[in-house]
């Protein structure tokens, strides 16, 4: 391990190529100046929808220069994830995001003139005026959100408020990458090593169960000692996202959260009961957990080390590569060969480096090939990570090739299904391929710790995330003890009575960036579910189901979610698609269970 690399230091074949979006600074630099100067030409419409051709020039500008700031926002923003101590690339964002934001407030009039309009006279303008049709859908979601949307001069103060209400998340993304310091902990070699992001679940993995107790005691020390500032930065974060769901008329937090899918929180709450309706299944996982491992007690830093011990199982970049082309076979050779290009075309930024963003993430722009931002360590679970991204950026590469730029943006319920689905057809590949007993129950421990850390534990982050939201709501003042007091009934609950919950364990939820992103990591969960169901389909009926899928992929966001997914084969406004999940965790439950008694 060692000291982490600098940016400078690590090959450029390992490296993504933002180069694709903009060959210089000094282009991303004009293009900035372009958007900034957009400003008189979004002003000259207000006023102007008084017909269909009007409408239809209207949203072509929008498009423009919405392209536009998407793409500075992007490039600034994936540089500054490159190394988040350049100050360079820290300016490039800031400014990427404040012209975004202005743009947002200069034409925060348009949807309110649209939704002035009748809605009768909007459709007829789309089925009567040539290239309006491009628009429906967009035009439909604009009218479904016609109780929520305010005056234009309200509109556009909210507009204006945009880059200020960014703050909490900029503040806990800087602490959280770039000033946030751990100390040295000890690695299995025995060396003195610094604890980073993405060394932590490594370490976690170690055998030597003092190296993850000292990972563990290390990370969540560090969180504490700074647990008032983290309490404060979130609680921040709470409230402005009820002062906006108030502003825009809704009743909660999560109602506002949800309505941008056109998903009903009865769904979200579907998914909390149908968990809890499970967790005796996860309290059966949990004693073959301390069983397998051979402990007395079992505690929160043992929860991902692997049950059967394997210590050659380490993944090159190159043999993962192979794993990926291999175990997605199932979605055909024109997905594959689309891949691949990922591998060739400077699409992935592979290893860690000082001040780099921390996890895994896709990201990309219109018009420009997907990104994969990975931190390669070469554990099994840093090979799912890698196929869980490119579902990602597949899903994105299909979207732009086939939608136009109005509806190429799918939304985040649908794209966990992609990523999740890749992991899926993995497992399933290796699992038929492995005949050692010990290897199958490795891999099963992974495949089962998949269900455990997407659907259970975003289940968890999910119901925590609905209780301090409504705390909130209702007018509770919440402080770090608060929190930390939530998460750590939260885990008792979720985890029964044979683990032992470190107390340390309550100060997670100051560590979970997508906190900042209210009521998301909900869908990893139904879309895990979904991504079960549709990869099933696609191993049981091959071709039919594949072609549905790709056309799945290919609808970006040309509809709502709940529909795309209907007919891509899977029905997620009911509870059944958990249950199904459910299942299927209890199966390779009994399996490794089975596997326990009799081979291990």
Do not use: C
């Not at 959100?145 to 556009?156: D, R």
């Not at 003092?210 to 700074?226: H, I, Q």
């Not at 080390?305 to 043999?319: G, S």
């Amino acid at each position: 391990m060692g000291q982490l690399q600098r940016r400078d230091e690590i090959s450029s074949e390992l490296k993504w190529r933002l180069e694709d979006i903009y060959a210089s600074d000094s282009a991303f630099e004009e293009d900035l100046e372009k958007l900034k100067n957009s400003k008189e030409r979004i002003l000259a419409l207000r006023g102007t929808l008084t017909s269909g051709e009007n409408l239809l020039k209207a949203l072509q500008l929008q498009d423009e220069v919405g392209l536009l700031a998407d793409r500075i926002i992007t490039y600034s923003y994936m540089r500054r994830d490159e190394d988040n101590a350049n100050s360079l690339y820290q300016g490039y964002a800031a400014s990427a995001m404040a012209a975004a934001v202005e743009l947002s407030a200069v034409q925060s009039f348009f949807v309110p003139e649209i939704l002035n309009l009748n809605p009768d006279t909007v459709r007829k303008w789309v089925k009567n005026t040539a290239g309006l049709k491009l628009y429906e859908h967009y035009l439909e979601n604009i009218l479904r959100k016609k109780a929520h949307t305010l005056p234009a001069e309200q509109e556009q103060l909210l507009a204006a408020a945009g880059e200020m209400a960014q703050a909490p998340r900029n503040i806990f993304t800087m602490f959280n990458n770039a000033d946030l310091k751990f100390p040295e902990v000890k690695n299995d070699a025995g060396e003195t090593v610094e604890l980073t992001h993405g060394r932590y679940i490594q370490l976690l993995e170690s055998q030597n169960r003092e190296v993850r107790k000292g990972a563990f005691d290390a990370l969540y020390s560090t969180y504490t000692a700074w647990k008032n500032t983290l309490g404060a930065t979130y609680n921040s974060a709470l409230k402005k996202e009820l002062y906006f769901a108030k502003a825009r008329k809704y009743n909660s937090s999560l109602e506002a959260a949800l309505h941008e899918d056109n998903v009903d929180p009865e769904v979200y709450v579907n998914l909390v009961d149908s968990i809890h309706d499970h967790l005796h299944l996860m309290y059966r996982y949990v004693r073959l957990r301390k069983k397998l491992l051979g402990l007395e007690e079992l505690h929160m830093y043992d929860l991902y080390v692997p049950m059967v011990a394997d210590q050659d199982l380490e993944f090159p970049r190159e043999q993962a590569i192979k794993m990926l082309q291999e175990g997605l076979g199932a979605l055909g050779p024109e997905y594959i060969s689309d891949m691949n290009a990922s591998f060739t075309d400077g699409w992935i930024d592979w290893l860690e480096n000082r001040g780099k963003t921390s996890g895994a993430y896709s990201w990309g722009t219109y018009g420009v090939h997907p990104y994969v931002l990975m931190n390669y360590q070469g554990t099994l679970n840093d090979v799912f990570t890698l196929a869980h991204e490119l579902g990602h950026a597949m899903h994105t590469y299909y979207s732009n090739k086939h939608q136009e730029f109005v509806n190429s943006n799918y939304t985040i319920f649908v794209a966990e299904v992609a990523s999740t689905l890749n992991e899926a057809l993995l497992m399933d590949d290796l699992l038929k391929k492995t005949e050692d007993p010990r290897q199958k129950a490795y891999l099963l421990n992974h495949f089962l710790e998949q269900f455990r850390g997407t659907v259970f534990r975003q289940t968890m982050f999910a119901e925590f995330e609905m209780i301090v939201h409504g705390k909130v709501g209702q007018g509770e003042q919440l402080t770090s003890d608060k929190f930390s007091e939530i998460y750590y009934d939260l885990n008792k609950k979720y985890f029964g009575e044979d683990i032992v919950v470190d107390e340390a364990i309550a100060m997670e939820w100051a560590r979970i960036p997508h906190f900042y992103r209210p009521f998301y990591v909900y869908k990893y969960a139904t879309g895990f579910s979904a991504a079960i169901s549709l990869s099933q389909q696609i191993l049981d009926q091959g071709q039919p189901a594949v072609q549905r899928y790709l056309e799945f992929l290919a609808g970006g966001g040309s509809d709502y979610p709940i529909n795309l997914l209907q007919r891509a084969g899977v029905d997620m406004s009911k509870p059944e698609p958990i249950v199904q999940a459910m299942a299927v965790f209890e199966q390779l439950l009994s399996e490794l269970e089975q596997l326990a008694e009799t081979e291990l």
